[in-house]
C-alpha cells in the first residue's frame, strides 16, 4: 500500500510538470463492443459465443487488448495453450468491464497485455492510463491465482507519432510501477522499433503505418518467447526446489 501511494505521488508529479496535465476523460460505452457486427473486427459477443460452442483449457497464455493483439497471429508464433482476445479499438477500461468475459473465465497462467494505444490516442492522459492498469493489476490479482501479468508497451507508429511524449510517459510510469510485484513485468517491444534516426522502423509496419506487419509481429514474437522461456525457467527451477524439499522431509 505504501508503494502505491508513492507510484501515485510519483505518477501525478510527472503529470502536473508535464505539458500533458489535462481534464480527465471519461470512458468510452464499452457496451460499443458487446454485439457482433458484420465486419472484420471480433467483439465480446462472439467471443462468449464461441466459448460455449468450444471447450477450452484453464491455465494457458492469453492475449488480450486491442486491435494489435486482434491481428497477431499468436497460434502460429507460439507454443502450448494460446487464447487470443483481442478487440480492435478497445481501452484498458474496456478490458476492465468485460474482464469476467474475456480473463477470469481462461484462468490463465500468464497474460500479455497491450492496451493504452487508443487510450492515448483518444486524448487519455498518462496517469488515467496508469490508473486503469493499477485496478485490473487489482482484478488479476483477486480474482485469478498465481498469474503473470506483462504489459506489452505501447508502440512508437508512424501514424500516432505525434502522440509518443505521452505515449512514451505511460509506458515510463508503468515499467515504474511494475518493478515491486514479482507477478508483473514490462516487456520491451518498444524500444527495437525506434529507428537509428530516432523514428519507428517503417517497415515493422503495414499501409496504415499503425499496426504491425510480418516483421514487426516476427519482432514482438522474439521478444515475447525469450520473456515466456525464462520465466518457464523459473517455474521448473522452483518445482525442482520444492520437489527437493518435500524429499527431504521424507
Known sequence: MKF??????VALFFILIS?????????????????????????????INWDKKNSFSKGGILFVGSSSIRLWPT????KG???????????????????????????PK????????????DNKSPEQVLDDFIELTTLVNDKIDYCTLVFIPIKPSPSRWKYWPKMKMTNDLIKLYV?????LYYLDTATPM???????????FVSDSLHLSTKGYDLWSSVA??????????????????????????
Open 4 to 9: 502505491l501511494t508513492l507510484m501515485r505521488i
Open 19 to 47: 505539458p500533458f496535465h489535462i481534464i480527465a476523460q471519461e470512458n468510452p460505452n464499452p457496451e460499443r463492443y458487446y454485439f457482433s457486427k458484420q465486419c472484420r473486427e471480433l467483439f465480446i459477443e462472439q467471443f
Open 75 to 78: 497460434s502460429q508464433y507460439f
Open 81 to 107: 495453450n494460446i487464447i487470443n482476445r483481442g478487440f480492435g479499438g478497445s481501452h484498458l477500461s474496456d478490458i476492465i468491464y468485460y474482464f469476467d468475459h474475456i480473463v477470469e473465465k481462461y484462468a
Open 110 to 121: 500468464t497474460i500479455l497485455l497491450y492496451a493504452g494505444d487508443n487510450d492515448i490516442a
Open 179 to 183: 518493478k515491486d510485484y514479482e507477478n
Open 194 to 204: 525506434i529507428g537509428e534516426n530516432g523514428r519507428p522502423i517503417p517497415d515493422l
Open 225 to 250: 518467447n525469450s520473456f515466456l522461456d525464462s520465466i518457464s525457467v523459473k517455474d521448473n527451477s522452483l518445482k525442482i526446489n520444492l520437489e527437493y524439499i518435500k524429499n527431504m522431509f521424507k
